[in-house]
């Protein structure tokens, strides 16, 4: 029976020791793949989708599912030791405490129940130090081969732009000169002459206000015109279009045809949306990396029972941070610094986004594993070119992530030596 201490500690980084009884299905690089392995990831798959009330695939396909899945695994777990990363005393030492915890025991408590299960203590560390070499190189080596170029770049800002025109604000004033449906072509050319002749008064300097006391028959003629300030999205595309390149104070040179009749456009302001600020949160969370021994299920219940502590000030923040989350910002106490819209996954962003200042979220689950999240601080701050840029290459670059991951490791996998091993007579 294999360790069942090893709550933060996938099957892949565990050294496969052969039992009794058990035997081996696969070798894969210098890693082992037991029928044992396999019998465990069936029953804990069968378990998980009768909590959730879900169907799985017949046994076979299921079964053979999980021999693929611990295989590339075992594959990703050689391809990390064999690169020479290291993971650094502190950050082996915060995972070692947060198994313990995960197991509701203290560091003492957990090196008797290893001893007791027959496992060294030294082993134990350097199957947790595989684990989270496997995140790290995960990390960087499908980040490396993930390209955006400056074209796809380009069109994500243009759609931004788009956007930021539709949210823009924009106050307009127009004369209006009517032209009924089904009008004969001789009126229709009357009220052409009626509404070019306002133009050429504009032209010549006279006040739109004036001349549009004098001639629009729209039913804003008595304030000179003016429509008033509106989101451009609840304008006709014609206005919006028309107005795009004035700036405020310069009316249309030529008129502007419509079912209604014949236009002069005059911008007002335009106020812009929000699409060159934007909103900066500085945060922290407490990261627990979820593994097939780790479902987000219970990695979630941690972190409400953690939230609890930190609501009713039993324990702060910080000092959770420190003792139990699995990142780099654990030594500062979860505190992630500023960032900008876009620079995280979209499921923890879109939480740490619904946050009031110093509101704690639920549990989040992301492919990090699961979150608790507190927002520190928030500013508005202008964007320049080249950080809309950067910010819209890491928005391209998240969106890539997945199918880059599959990639890689379909690479690794074939690049590895796997041999299939048939079962013992």
Same mark, same amino acid.
């Given at each position: 029976?294999?360790?069942?201490?090893?709550?933060?500690?996938? &099957?892949?980084?565990?050294?496969?020791?052969?039992?009794?009884?058990?035997?081996?299905?696969?070798?894969?690089? /210098?890693?082992?793949?037991?029928?044992?392995?396999?019998?465990?990831?069936?029953?804990?798959?069968?378990?998980?989708?009768?909590?959730?009330?879900?169907?799985?695939?017949?046994?076979?396909?299921?079964?053979?599912?999980?021999?693929?899945?611990? *295989?590339?695994?075992?594959?990703?777990?050689?391809?990390?030791?064999?690169?020479?990363?290291?993971?650094?005393?502190?950050?082996?030492?915060?995972? #070692?405490?947060?198994?313990?915890?995960?197991?509701? +025991?203290? +560091?003492?408590?957990?090196?008797?129940?290893?001893?007791?299960?027959?496992?060294?203590?030294?082993?134990?560390?350097?199957?947790? !130090?595989? =684990? @989270?070499?496997?995140?790290? #190189?995960?990390?960087?080596? &499908?980040?490396?081969? *993930?390209?955006?170029?400056?074209?796809? @770049?380009?069109?994500?800002?243009?759609?931004?732009?788009?956007?930021?025109?539709?949210?823009?604000?924009?106050? *307009?004033?127009?004369?209006?000169?009517?032209?009924?449906?089904?009008?004969?072509?001789?009126?229709?050319?009357?009220? $052409?002459?009626?509404?070019?002749?306002?133009?050429?008064?504009?032209?010549?300097?006279?006040?739109?206000?004036?001349?549009?006391?004098? &001639?629009?028959?729209?039913?804003?003629?008595?304030?000179?015109?003016?429509?008033?300030? $509106?989101?451009?999205?609840?304008?006709?595309?014609?206005?919006?279009?028309?107005?795009?390149?004035?700036?405020?104070?310069?009316?249309?040179?030529?008129?502007?045809?419509?079912?209604?009749?014949?236009?002069?456009? $005059?911008?007002?302001?335009?106020?812009?949306?929000?699409? %060159?600020?934007?909103?900066?949160?500085?945060?922290?969370?407490?990261?627990? !990396?979820?593994?097939?021994?780790?479902?987000?299920?219970?990695?979630?219940?941690?972190?409400?029972?953690?939230?609890?502590?930190?609501?009713?000030?039993?324990?702060?923040?910080?000092?959770?941070?420190? =003792?139990?989350?699995?990142?780099?910002?654990?030594?500062?106490?979860?505190?992630?610094?500023?960032?900008?819209?876009? /620079?995280?996954?979209?499921?923890?962003?879109?939480?740490?986004?619904?946050?009031?200042? %110093?509101?704690?979220?639920?549990?989040?689950?992301?492919?990090?594993?699961?979150?608790?999240?507190?927002?520190?601080?928030? !500013?508005?701050?202008?964007?320049?070119?080249?950080?809309?840029?950067?910010?819209?290459?890491?928005? +391209?670059?998240?969106?890539?992530?997945?199918?880059?991951?599959?990639?890689?490791?379909?690479? +690794? !996998?074939?690049?590895?030596? @796997?041999?299939? $091993?048939?079962?013992?007579?």
């Amino acid at each position: 029976m294999a360790c069942a201490l090893l709550a933060g500690l996938p &099957v892949a980084a565990q050294r496969t020791v052969v039992r009794n009884g058990d035997y081996i299905v696969a070798v894969v690089n /210098q890693e082992l793949v037991t029928a044992g392995e396999i019998d465990q990831r069936l029953e804990r798959a069968r378990e998980a989708a009768a909590r959730a009330k879900q169907a799985l695939p017949p046994e076979a396909e299921l079964r053979k599912q999980i021999l693929d899945a611990l *295989i590339e695994e075992r594959v990703i777990v050689s391809y990390a030791r064999d690169g020479g990363q290291k993971v650094e005393d502190p950050e082996l030492d915060r995972a #070692v405490q947060n198994v313990a915890a995960q197991n509701q +025991l203290t +560091l003492s408590q957990l090196r008797t129940r290893l001893r007791d299960e027959g496992m060294d203590y030294a082993r134990f560390r350097a199957n947790l !130090r595989d =684990q @989270i070499l496997v995140e790290r #190189v995960r990390e960087r080596e &499908v980040y490396q081969r *993930i390209r955006v170029t400056d074209a796809e @770049i380009d069109q994500a800002l243009e759609r931004q732009r788009g956007q930021a025109e539709a949210d823009a604000e924009l106050n *307009i004033a127009q004369i209006l000169v009517t032209v009924a449906d089904g009008a004969a072509d001789a009126v229709v050319a009357a009220r $052409r002459a009626r509404a070019e002749a306002a133009l050429t008064r504009l032209k010549a300097g006279e006040a739109f206000d004036r001349v549009a006391r004098d &001639v629009s028959e729209d039913g804003n003629r008595e304030k000179g015109g003016e429509i008033g300030a $509106r989101p451009a999205s609840r304008l006709p595309d014609l206005f919006v279009d028309a107005v795009r390149g004035l700036k405020p104070g310069e009316i249309t040179p030529t008129l502007l045809r419509s079912g209604a009749g014949f236009h002069i456009l $005059r911008l007002i302001d335009r106020r812009e949306a929000a699409a %060159m600020r934007v909103t900066q949160t500085r945060a922290r969370h407490i990261l627990l !990396r979820t593994s097939d021994q780790l479902s987000p299920q219970v990695a979630s219940q941690r972190l409400a029972e953690y939230k609890r502590q930190i609501e009713s000030r039993a324990r702060s923040f910080e000092d959770i941070a420190r =003792q139990f989350s699995e990142d780099g910002s654990a030594t500062a106490g979860g505190d992630l610094g500023w960032a900008q819209p876009g /620079q995280y996954v979209p499921e923890f962003e879109e939480a740490m986004n619904r946050l009031d200042v %110093m509101g704690l979220s639920a549990p989040v689950v992301s492919r990090f594993g699961v979150h608790l999240i507190q927002v520190l601080e928030r !500013r508005n701050v202008a964007v320049d070119t080249k950080t809309l840029r950067e910010q819209a290459r890491g928005a +391209l670059r998240e969106s890539k992530f997945d199918e880059a991951y599959a990639e890689w490791a379909k690479d +690794l !996998r074939n690049r590895a030596y @796997i041999e299939m $091993r048939e079962p013992p007579l």
